[in-house]
């Protein structure tokens, strides 16, 4: 190995000397495509481009559904959006839950399964994390005695084809409405899509889902007159609970209970199929999918891989808006909201955490969780996340989460400190809270940061350590910040590192601009709020005059904000306002972010993301290979013995060629100790009383003799039936479920 | 220094283009078909072994996955007879070259001294044999390296060597073998362009690339030189720089995807209707990493290695057995890394036996070691001989030139101009003094003589040829 001279260790760097290195250089920052073009074009332009090979994929939905797809198509599936029938109160003939809920029986019958619709009537799909666990009910609502068909109103699709097929199709007399509510428009008002946080942690859970459905509320999806069991969401979402089983139980009772009233019935849902080009020379591979968001996904962006290529090429993309200004404007804390703003954002912005394709919960990203440990107190020094100064005295706590955090330059060329990963808890106090100082305020920003301020305590800095990667006669060194995070005591061990981890893809300087100008009253982060103040919806390419000449009088000031003084220097804070500034005059905007994609060039038409191959950015081409082929696993058979059950279970391989791949189903064998796979198989269990109640419930990797084993603790004496279902790698989309008696 | 003329140079060297390789008696050779001795002794039935590590994860997969699965391929079929001396079946542990340097050597540890690995295989990276060579000679561990190509190893790391092997040839015959087949094919170029990675192997292709050159075609200048940084993906500014020299000839160590999108920018400036171009390594990852729109006729290096489609046919049956019995399995290609994988495990394999044969039952590594020191069998890709001194694997070099054809979907090698040159030739013999950058190409600097300026003058004495020493056998 060769010697680092000390001063190199205190800057990210890159040696490269003569002598000893192949030409295979194995690591190469950021991820595949070396350029993404994201076009905006219609589906029946999309459908003709795709069939010449002149775009990779459209990510809007079916362009073949009405027509034969070319062979060299393939589609990517994912959970379009749940199907639901909401009465309206005014329809005399269901009034009540009971005619309700045989209505909807009956309409299901009527319907049948209609591609891409799938029956299912129940919120809690294969496409939930959580599915095993509601299995049974699944199977109760399909078993549902049949009333009256209800006549019911549809937009225009299949779901009308089929209605007016079974003669149920209705106008405005109709007794219902029937919608698809895509996640997305679920989650539109209660996640947190704010500079690199995601959340809430349960964003992908189908009991939080089966919460929305009766909760949300809009003009075309007015909110239920049921009274909702605010109190069960309450203690779920707090962690009011102490056993796996209680959760899980509260969780039945939840989506149970809301959905009592039979006003909103899930019938089924929707499959979204994003159309790709799998051409073996033009195509692409690798495509990981995520199970809620489709190709629009950070995954996606991470993983596709052009079959001409090894590593490179120009990846092209394509949504249906036409004009970002027309589908929301583009700013990093409430911007990017639309199909468009989605998909680019994915790929220039960096999440803390990426959630994981074919489950509920996250990958770590740039903010790696080491720890989750319990904790009485955060310590003096500890600094308080609305000021960012010490605490001065001790503060109670539940739980600390120990982050490792990976540093990277930004696209304007600066190295990211500790104080860009800190700001994001300054800026979320200031601008989430309401107060006097209303043009400090943004309502959205309030509700995307309410869990993360009603759960952290404080932040505190343990150090900045010094890793190194070293490639032959490269030496790749990396800034890596190690923080913990205090939490107040009730957060959930499973949800606390997705709280409030230290990350933001926007260097504080940056974040400064938009602060500065929103504050000024040149715009507002969210549509909401734009509207009420009656300014523009701020957004960093149309709004980059704006911008440039804030930036100049900040520069001129040395600005640094509130919360960092005493965090950054005057020389570090005049030297990233220069670089801001040369950054805006080549890119035509102000949005630098760390992320493995830079914005760049923005017409009505279509942006161009090239690639940051800069050797700084921690994570290299390959680094979530494992994600795009989901593998199953199978039950092949169960036996008990004494306390416990034990499962012999067929796994999913991937036997990978050339430029295609082929899965093979093969017994399952224990891995040898030193493969590391992303999880090993794993089979998630509940265990049900006779009268439906949750006894014990778990997951399991015990593996014995090659067979898995489930030990739910010694029951009293009954008759008991365990819902099982096996994930491997941790894919648990559509899982087999197999239920035995116990 | 004498002066010769080009064509007895090249004769010299023993360069053969389109040629097939004609098999020796009585050496061995991959494959089991033929049938095999009862060994000597007991023979115990526990598993042999191998520890197998290669890139399973990152860009690097290209090449270490086919690396696995040519092992693979041999492994299943020599448990398919039984095992190592018909007792003893392989068990192949994985382990993902990928972990980076300080992991990969603490994984080695681990395989030796809590699996109880009994050979160590695989390697793809020049950044990881270095390191692990001397820890294998630590742990004493039976090893080959497939690729790890540096000349750095033998020359610096490990330069005496005793359990420590590698079989895929050294990384300073890719500038020479394309300089050779350059030189040789567009005899009169007189303006060179440079377009190199900017870090080692760019540097070291460049070396060889230009000593070369300067012996075989001594009236050529350079007149642009091109160092994209490591990451690049905008050749534009390279290829404008380049074309703007107005070469005839470009030499090109670029590879893997910055090589792809490398010659599709370059089709849109018409690069290569305007020059020669010959690279070391455009076809140097995977058969089917290249698309059907690369330029024909280019000088298309393989890493002087290998390519599936030479020997062709059925010249010589080593390789269309391999091809076909390695198609059938993983239903692609092999690759470099494929045919090296596989040959080594039948190096072992024949090592044993032979070392069975000299005193009976399970032979101590060292019998093996001294058996596999100046080995040479016959594997798919021609002759290899492992050189005893050194420890390193040589074989013939060869190149050629792309060609679509309409049998696969990638373009491969014209078969009729394959270029092939004995690495005996072009590498420093064994005894030849350590030299910077490496001791090839002071070797070269030194010793090869160089062609005469005018075209093509008579037929030089026999004494100007190349110093060309002939494989050492051992035997």
């Known amino acids: 190995m060769r010697l680092i001279p000390a001063l190199l260790l205190l800057v990210l760097a890159l040696c490269v000397a003569a002598a000893d290195a192949g030409h295979e250089i194995t690591f190469y920052p950021s991820f595949y495509p070396q350029e993404i073009t994201v076009r905006f074009i219609d589906p029946a332009r999309g459908a003709a481009l795709l069939r010449q090979k002149k775009i990779h994929a459209y990510s809007g939905g079916d362009v073949f559904a009405d027509a034969a797809a070319p062979e060299h198509v393939s589609w990517a599936e994912s959970l379009g959006g749940l199907v639901v029938l909401a009465f309206k109160p005014t329809s005399a003939g269901f009034a009540d839950a009971e005619a309700r809920c045989a209505g909807a029986a009956a309409l299901i019958r009527g319907l049948g399964a209609s591609p891409p619709f799938v029956v299912h009537p129940y919120p809690v799909t294969p496409y939930h994390e959580d599915y095993v666990l509601h299995y049974d009910r699944v199977q109760r609502a399909r078993d549902r005695a049949p009333g009256r068909a209800p006549r019911v109103r549809a937009l225009a699709g299949p779901l009308r084809t089929a209605l007016a097929a079974a003669g149920l199709a209705a106008g405005d007399d109709a007794d219902a409405v029937l919608h698809v509510v895509s996640p997305a428009f679920l989650l539109a008002d209660a996640e947190t899509r704010m500079l690199g946080w995601t959340g809430p942690p349960w964003r992908k859970e189908g009991w939080y889902h089966a919460w929305l459905v009766q909760a949300s509320s809009s003009p075309v999806f007015p909110r239920a007159a049921h009274p909702l069991p605010e109190e069960l969401f309450r203690r779920r979402t707090e962690g009011a609970f102490k056993t796996v089983a209680e959760r899980v139980d509260l969780e039945r009772r939840l989506v149970a209970e809301a959905g009592a009233g039979c006003e909103r019935i899930v019938l089924g849902y929707m499959l979204r199929r994003n159309p790709f080009n799998d051409d073996y020379a033009e195509g692409i591979q690798n495509v990981a999918v995520d199970s809620h968001a489709g190709l629009a996904s950070e995954i996606f962006v991470r993983t596709a891989k052009l079959k001409d290529f090894p590593w490179n090429g120009w990846l092209s993309l394509a949504v249906p808006d036409r004009l970002h200004a027309l589908e929301g404007a583009w700013n990093p804390v409430a911007g990017f909201t639309g199909a468009a703003g989605r998909l680019i954002w994915a790929a220039v912005g960096d999440p803390a955490l990426i959630e994981d394709p074919d489950s509920a919960r996250f990958i770590a990203n740039r903010a790696r969780p080491a720890s989750v440990t319990p904790a009485t107190e955060a310590p003096a020094d500890a600094l308080a996340p609305g000021t960012l100064r010490p605490l001065g005295a001790p503060a109670p706590a539940g739980s600390k989460v120990v982050y490792r955090v990976l540093l990277s330059k930004t696209h304007d060329g600066q190295r990211m400190t500790v104080a860009d990963i800190l700001y994001p808890y300054a800026f979320a106090a200031r601008w989430g809270t309401p107060g006097s100082a209303r043009r400090t305020y943004d309502p959205v920003v309030e509700r995307a940061t309410t869990l993360a301020r009603r759960s952290i305590v404080a932040v505190r800095v343990l150090g900045v350590k010094k890793e190194v990667k070293e490639l032959g006669d490269m030496t790749l060194m990396y800034d890596v910040p190690e923080i913990e995070v205090y939490l107040k005591p009730g957060v959930d061990a499973r949800d606390a590192a997705a709280l409030a981890p230290p990350w933001s893809p926007v260097p504080w300087h940056a974040l400064a601009l938009q602060e500065e100008a929103v504050g000024r009253g040149l715009g507002a982060f969210s549509k909401a709020e734009a509207a009420r103040r009656g300014v523009p919806w701020l957004d960093v390419v149309s709004g980059r005059a704006v911008l440039a000449k804030l930036a100049g009088d900040l520069e001129s000031r040395t600005f640094v904000p509130e919360a960092l003084r005493g965090h950054v220097g005057a020389d570090e804070a005049r030297q990233r306002w220069v670089a801001l500034r040369e950054f805006a005059r080549t890119h035509r905007h102000h949005l630098p972010t760390a992320g493995p994609y830079i914005l760049g060039k923005v017409t009505a038409e279509q942006v161009t993301l090239p690639v940051f191959r800069d050797f700084t950015y921690p994570l290299g081409i390959g680094s979530f290979d494992q994600y795009p082929i989901p593998l199953r696993a199978f039950i092949v058979k169960t036996e008990r013995r004494g306390d416990r059950l034990e499962i012999q279970a067929d796994v999913e391989s991937i036997e990978k060629f050339a430029r295609s791949y082929k899965i093979v189903r093969e017994p399952f064998r224990p891995q040898p100790a030193n493969e590391k796979f992303r999880e090993p198989l794993t089979v998630h269990w509940v265990v049900l009383g006779g009268h439906d109640e949750v006894v014990a419930a778990g997951a399991s990797r015990d593996v014995q003799n090659g067979r898995l084993v489930v030990d739910p603790g010694r029951l009293k004496p009954g008759a008991y039936r365990v819902q099982l279902a096996l994930s491997l790698n941790g894919n648990l989309v559509a899982p087999e479920v197999k239920v035995v008696p116990y | ?475």
């Open chain 2, 1 to 475: 220094m004498a002066e010769v003329n080009r064509r007895d140079f090249l004769s010299g060297l023993g360069v053969t283009v389109g040629t097939a390789l004609t098999a020796l008696p009585g050496l061995p050779s991959v494959g089991v078909a033929h049938a095999q001795d009862k060994p000597k002794g007991n023979i115990p039935d526990t598993p042999f072994k191998i520890g197998h590590m290669t890139f399973f994860t990152g860009a690097a997969a290209v090449l270490g996955e086919p690396m696995y699965k040519g092992q693979l391929l041999a492994s299943e079929e020599i448990n398919a007879t039984g095992g190592l001396l018909g007792k003893r079946k392989i068990e192949i542990l994985k382990a993902d070259e990928n972990a980076g340097t300080d992991a990969n050597v603490k994984e080695l540890r681990r395989l030796k001294l809590s699996e109880k690995i009994d050979f160590f295989c695989g390697i793809t990276s020049s950044g990881n044999t270095p390191a692990l060579g001397p820890v294998a000679e630590e742990l004493k561990v039976l090893t080959i390296f497939v690729d790890g190509c540096t000349d750095f190893l033998f020359d610096k790391a490990v330069p005496n060597p005793h359990y420590i092997f590698r079989i895929t040839n050294m990384q300073s015959a890719d500038g020479v073998t394309g300089a050779v087949a350059a030189a040789m094919t567009w005899p009169k170029t007189k303006r060179i362009a440079h377009i190199h990675p900017d870090y080692s192997y760019g540097r070291n292709a460049f070396d060889h690339f230009r000593i070369v050159m300067k012996k075989m075609v001594p009236g050529a200048e350079t007149v642009s030189e091109a160092w994209p940084k490591l990451g690049t993906t905008d050749f534009s500014s390279h290829i404008t720089k380049t074309i703007a020299a107005k070469p005839d000839l470009l030499a090109i160590s670029v590879w893997g995807g910055d090589y792809v999108a490398f010659y599709k920018q370059a089709l849109r400036y018409g690069m290569f209707d305007k020059m020669k171009v010959a690279s070391m390594i455009a076809f140097g990852v995977a058969p089917h990493a290249i698309g059907k729109d690369h330029p024909e006729g280019i000088i298309a290096g393989v890493h002087s290695n290998y390519h599936f489609t030479y020997p062709g046919g059925d010249k010589w049956p080593y390789n269309k057995t391999f091809v076909e019995k390695y198609h059938k399995r993983f239903n692609e290609y092999p690759n470099f890394q494929a045919e090296g994988g596989y040959t080594a495990t039948y190096m072992l394999k024949t090592a044993i036996e032979k070392a069975n044969k000299l005193a009976g039952g399970w032979p101590e590594d060292d019998a093996i070691i001294s058996i596999l020191e100046g080995l040479m069998m016959a594997g798919p890709a021609g002759y290899v001989y492992i050189r005893p001194d050194n420890h390193q694997g040589y074989k013939d070099a060869i190149t050629g030139f792309s060609k679509n054809v309409p049998e696969y979907p990638f373009p491969i090698l014209d078969p009729n101009r394959i270029i092939t040159i004995p690495i005996r030739n072009i590498t420093a013999p064994p005894g030849w003094p350590k030299g910077e950058p490496t001791s090839t190409y002071t070797w070269i600097d030194k010793t090869w003589p160089q062609v005469a300026m005018a075209a093509e003058a008579p037929k030089a004495p026999a004494a100007a040829k190349p110093a060309a020493p002939a494989p050492a056998k051992k035997q």
